[in-house]
């Protein structure tokens, strides 16, 4: 089956501008999450969607945010873009939550801002 | 709040020789501890949970509640082993939400 799909691959934006990222689950999976990659930082969770609900939030900003789809596809969105929100931007699907799910990662986003 | 440390940015080991990767992790309960993968251009995989205690290329982790560690462990190393290996963290009832350890990068030496 095919896998978590993001696009666009790669994204070059300007301070203050925004930015919306989009994300195809794996068919069936219900659950999306979405994850911040950086060099320094490593890998950092920014929230969760369930059932077009978020389930759960890490500790970003408000000018992060995100929604999921009756499909289940999710976007993020990134207001007022900054230099230190270059990153790689990932996004796990999931099934429901139970115990031992496997989260399957997409390829990410590569988002610079210049 | 709930915390993984992977204490080594980069391990060089010889083919052959024995591997181990570290992951302490805190966390005022009992977590699902895992192990991901990100070989070079390919996307983050699992390699294997504490859960299913299974062997996956090789490679064990054994969850020590006592010393709230999950290292990863492979007697003998393959050059196929280079890669970056990211120890994570979810807590019961967190839904899908996984706190990653910053990664250690294998490199693995003919």
């Known amino acids: 089956k095919a896998g978590v799909t993001q696009t666009p691959r790669y994204l070059i934006k300007t301070r203050g501008q925004q930015v919306t990222l989009s994300c195809s689950p794996i068919?069936?999976?219900?659950?999306v999450s979405w994850y911040q990659q950086t060099p320094g930082q490593g890998l950092q969770f920014l929230f969760e969607y369930f059932s077009e609900t978020q389930r759960n939030k890490g500790n970003f900003p408000g000018r992060f945010s995100g929604r999921q789809f009756s499909n289940s596809r999710s976007e993020m969105n990134v207001s007022t873009l900054e230099l230190g929100d270059s990153a790689l931007y990932l996004c796990?699907?999931?099934?429901?939550?139970?115990?031992?799910?496997?989260?399957?990662f997409g390829q990410g986003t590569r988002l610079t801002v210049v | 709040a709930q915390r993984v440390t992977q204490p080594e940015k980069l391990l060089s080991v010889f083919k052959g020789a024995p591997v181990e990767l570290k992951c302490n992790y805190s966390y005022s309960g009992s977590p699902e501890l895992f192990w991901y993968v990100q070989y070079s251009r390919q996307r983050l995989q699992l390699l294997l949970r504490?859960?299913s205690r299974e062997s996956i290329k090789g490679f064990t982790a054994d969850l020590n509640k006592g010393e709230t560690s999950f290292h990863l462990k492979k007697p003998f190393a393959q050059e196929e082993d280079s890669a970056m290996y990211y120890c994570?963290?979810?807590?019961?009832?967190?839904?899908?939400?996984?706190?990653f350890g910053t990664g250690t990068q294998l490199k693995v030496e003919l």
């Open positions: 994570a963290l979810r807590a019961p009832g967190g839904g899908n939400k996984l706190t």
């Open positions: 796990a699907s999931s099934l429901e939550g139970g115990r031992d799910t496997e989260a399957f």
């Open positions: 504490h859960i």
């Open positions: 068919s069936g999976h219900r659950s």
